[in-house]
């Protein structure tokens, strides 16, 4: 399967940090379950092929075409069925606020079909890019009509995030409170209505990503990963691990899947400037 990502260019990567795509040139023949971590962002996914299987223990389920993936605090598992041509569009942490109105923290660890939560969006989308041939013609489609939704762009809450973003998850709470000039309690309200989870919940899924990127630079020793991403120790690593991936950081990574790799934070831009628009 062919991954890859296109950088939207202001006014839209102030919300939007990629629009990805993902296809196969032939049926996917049922494969193993591949393990999808979270990395703090919700997700809008458009499904032009065959639906995706999502396991839980021993059942499978078939996910809505066109679905929105809230905040994430555990992995989801999920396989193809068929033809692959997905397109996703990857919220900054906050970035669902011009689009989507819904208090996030409703659909965290949920995937919920488009047609529950933004009906209108999702007809909006499609109209303007069922038909085209190609992907890239359709993420050039979607691009214009979100940036036609973009009513306010001095949402404040991409700014707060993205200051944790850039510490890789390491500034207080306390800190970024202070800096946006309100209470820990009241970023925390704001940071469940429009990011999906708490602040220091966000911050441990930014730092348990960290982890991706360590890993090539620490060659798998663990206990320099931990601190070098702001661990105070190994265990609290796989601490984290075990949440967030439910595996240890040693068998993820000798299991690691072509997707699992593709939708971690390894590669990812951390900021606003990256365009190939």
Excluded at 108 to 133: G, P
């Amino acid at each position: 399967m062919q991954y890859r990502e296109h950088h939207p260019a202001a006014p839209l990567n102030r919300f939007v940090e990629c629009i990805w795509t993902l296809e196969s040139d032939t049926n996917s023949a049922p494969a193993q379950p591949e393990r999808i971590l979270p990395d703090g962002c919700v997700e809008l996914i458009l499904n032009f092929g065959d639906r995706f299987s999502q396991h839980l223990d021993d059942t499978q389920t078939l996910q809505p075409h066109n679905c929105l993936v809230g905040q994430m605090t555990g992995p989801i598992l999920i396989s193809p069925t068929g033809l692959v041509q997905l397109m996703g569009i990857r919220f900054h942490p906050g970035g669902t606020l011009p689009f989507i109105q819904l208090p996030m923290h409703e659909v965290t660890d949920r995937v919920v079909a488009l047609e529950l939560v933004a009906s209108d969006l999702e007809r909006e989308l499609m109209r303007d890019s069922e038909q085209l041939k190609t992907m890239t013609e359709r993420v050039v489609a979607v691009q214009s009509t979100l940036k036609a939704r973009i009513r306010n762009n001095k949402t404040r809450i991409v700014d707060i995030t993205n200051r944790i973003i850039e510490s890789g998850g390491l500034v207080s709470v306390d800190e970024v409170a202070h800096e946006a000039g309100i209470s820990t309690r009241q970023l925390e309200r704001k940071f469940l209505d429009e990011v999906g989870v708490g602040p220091k919940l966000l911050s441990r899924i930014l730092r348990f990503q960290q982890v991706f990127r360590a890993v090539e630079r620490c060659d798998n020793a663990w206990a320099p990963i931990a601190i070098d991403c702001g661990y105070y120790d190994q265990a609290h690593l796989i601490r984290d691990f075990n949440q967030f991936a439910q595996q240890t950081p040693a068998v993820l990574f000798a299991e690691q899947n072509e997707l699992t790799h593709s939708f971690t934070r390894k590669t990812r831009v951390s900021n606003f400037s990256n365009t190939d628009f």
